[in-house]
């Protein structure tokens, strides 16, 4: 089989105007704003006029805990959203957009794989829209005003010990994780601990997702806490510094929703992309409406496994934007539930139904907590390689029966959309069901600690949560502030339902630990942080970029 | 009058494709690569096309030695090409792109001004077509590779201390300027001194900007040298770091020039913006040879006064890409020559001959270099003010044409095109004289220290050229690494023939103290600093960001 590359390369892709005239109904080309003629954002003036319309019904794409084995999460997404269309659905699909940190580390690409990718695949992998390029200059403009405020006299008496705001690029780069700026003598300002994190990590990319329109952008950084006063520990705002206004102006292009394609030619919006750790890991709800205003059926995802990216979905993005999910998809793989069952990865090809089922306690927690918790229908996406053998698929489709749902093998790796169909046809069924009785894990209303203590027991199967010493003075901080009211993002480890990545299937009676917490007034969230927490990756010895290339005629190669 | 900003958001444009078909004769919009409706780049395979085609006229477009009372060089540029449009000739600006640090420091935007801009303003000014954000990427990338490369054992035996490549933003940020990277631990690499640079003092934007063609820009970027080894102080380059493939692919959208209009609807390429001291200070040369390619007379800038910018458009840009200016164009301001004469910024509006008489002395000195020194033909550009009174403009038009020269007030500024009819004409009747006697300012196989002699001597009006010890030692290792017949890129205060920044008018017998070397491998140029050179600019008490902002429509204010 073709590389992803060499797929993406060969694809012949229809013009985008062509894509959101015949599948989503726009037949004024002038709201399309066109980058190159494959790629284009909505205009935000005509996403306005579609507030009365209908909404589409609402299918979110989570999987089971990662593993190194790989689930395709976003493969599955794709090839669900053609499999829907060639069923005879008018369906859309609405991803995350892809960091470059990883594209030349580790990971490759993130627009899809194998028959069922987004394309054009190197510009939505690079640097796409130019929307983290502007999120990063908007993110390090206030860096900027920070230091320059001081440097100037410092009439707000910002205490530059207490500055919490960080600078950002979208690279791996972990020598710039922690380091001494301001160096250099008077004319440099005054030196103070700084750091960056990669783009995907800051709190400005969890706003530009949550937003839903400019006005409200502007008001959520007005509300940014950057630090705080010496002395009676007032938080100094970006409002303070007057910055939201060139901050909107920067990400003014950049809200408005980007359209592609599948390798299928069906609708995908990629817009915003926030880590699913320290931020709550799903696309923009300004791309998720537009499309729900514009198909039948809007397929989207949400980072990592349900513990993490579906409760953050839910009880971050669905309860700040009132969408509510109609079904979800959860992606397991064979070779993942027998790594969960302990089987080490080199063994993954040969078939084991005992390891199998051992492991299926990973996938049916997942499951469990969003019937039970959340109140939500699910079907399983059995995303099948090549050496899964029929006894194990048969196994896994017997279990998944047994706790009463469904589960589909599905090859649109391989086959494409076709390869998904008896997926959609599953999706499609349990939308008939009508509405959920969809449910939060905790009411606005409950304290922080509540809050954390209802994922921890309720999700995560753990005997409760504790706090550190460091942690409960920053969430005084943050009472103090006025700001305990708000929902709380659980920082995570994404490889097991407790903190230890070590500890897969699925682990009980463990303790949470939160070792610091962290506000993101704009964003409207409070983090906690357990265990360590990577906002910077870093490079592996040999990174993906040394074998990335590009010809004369412009053609790239390596990139995956 | 209105402000530029008002005038820009008031403008109506026609879609760029019909720019592109009716004034460049690109009939086949397959070519354009939109960017929005009013923004494209040409496809690098069209332009390829067009190499058997011959050359328009080249029109560089200088300046005298910039003053705080302002000359207006785009400004006059953007005139010039609207005005030649007027008069039936098929012209074609090729400008820089704006860097976005000064946007929001305190210059504001640099499309033009009043009725003589390039347009969308607000997005040129801003992310443009994401060249910038482009060239920051790969610039950082070639960082995290070096930072990389040593905290995974180093097999290159790279000094730590000698690393020279720096990091970059868009951005005015002091802090930024010195820093310790790499603190933290283990986990986050070796501590080292480390800085930022803002976009266009970047030895990769210079290189982006000379580049031919996408194998051109990949062969400069593997020859960047980024530090020396530990014991035999080999040169490292980009090379070595496998960095180039990855380098390229990042540069690959950027490399297409970006076509745009001015308020009158005459073509504009707005491509690259490396800074006039530390780089050349001229657009892309694929910018202008595919303007050359498209159009009869290209009209082009190069920054700050014809001692920087023009010298090394000239015998940087020139020599490099074979390209030949047919004329010059001077521009002077009433204003700025009296500044020149000694009279204080709060009475340049006052009527005062006798100064004027003085300063003549300034724009007296870049005439006959450019006469004397580069055997090229030029005409005056008086960029009229209103308080400029008509004994004024008639005395500067008498002592010019008393030199030799002819010398055109212009109105562009109030008036659009019409208020530059006359210096289109007076431009016109240059070109007619045939090429000109055209000749570098050294030849190639000078030294450095001839070549820096010759413009310390021939241009600068010194007495001589020094070089500090480290600029001695520096020199020395170029030398021993192969680059010691480079041309020389000389950074050096726009605001005065000499080194002190004060000595406005034509200083005489002054001495040049080259006081750092450092060695652009990538780019093809030697830099030879003298005093103080800024590559990372402040932000001033309250910079303009405070005062930009935008609406709930989208619409910009405060920026111009």
Known sequence: MLSDGEI?????????????????????ASVLVPYGHDKAKIDLGYISTLADRPDGKLVLVT??????????????????????????????????EPSMGPVFGMKGGAAGGGYAQVVPMTDINLHFTGDFAAIAAANNLLSALIDNHVHHGNALDIDVRSITWKRVVDLNDRALRHLVVGLGGTANGYPREDGFDIVVASELMAIFCLSESLSDLKRRVARIVVAHTRGTKQPVTAADLGAEGAIAVLLKNAMAPNLVQTLEHSPVFVHGGPFANIAHGCNSVIATR????????????????????????????????GMRPDAVVVVATVRALKFHGGVALPDLQKEDTDALRRGFVNIERHLNNLRNVFGLPAVVAINRFPTDTDAEIQLLRDLTQALGFQAFPATHFVDGGAGAEALAWGVLDELKEGAPNFRFAYPDESTVEEKATALATKLYGAAGITFAAKARKQLAQIAADGFAGLPVCVAKTQYSFSTDPKAIGAPSGHTIDVREVRLSAGAGFIVLVTGDIMTMPGLPKVPASAHIDVDDEGVVTGLS
């Open 8 to 28: 993406a390369n060969a694809a012949t892709l229809k013009p985008i105007s062509e894509i959101a005239s015949s599948m989503l109904g726009i037949d004024d």
């Open 63 to 96: 999987a089971i805990s990662p593993t190194p084995a790989g689930e395709g999460k976003t493969t599955t997404t794709v090839g669900l959203t053609d499999a829907l269309r060639r069923i005879g659905q008018r369906s859309c699909g609405a991803l995350r």
């Open 290 to 321: 537009t499309a729900l205003k514009l198909a039948d059926i809007v397929v989207t995802e949400a980072g990592f496994g349900s513990d993490l990216g579906a409760e953050k979905f839910i009880d971050i993005k669905c309860r700040k934007s």
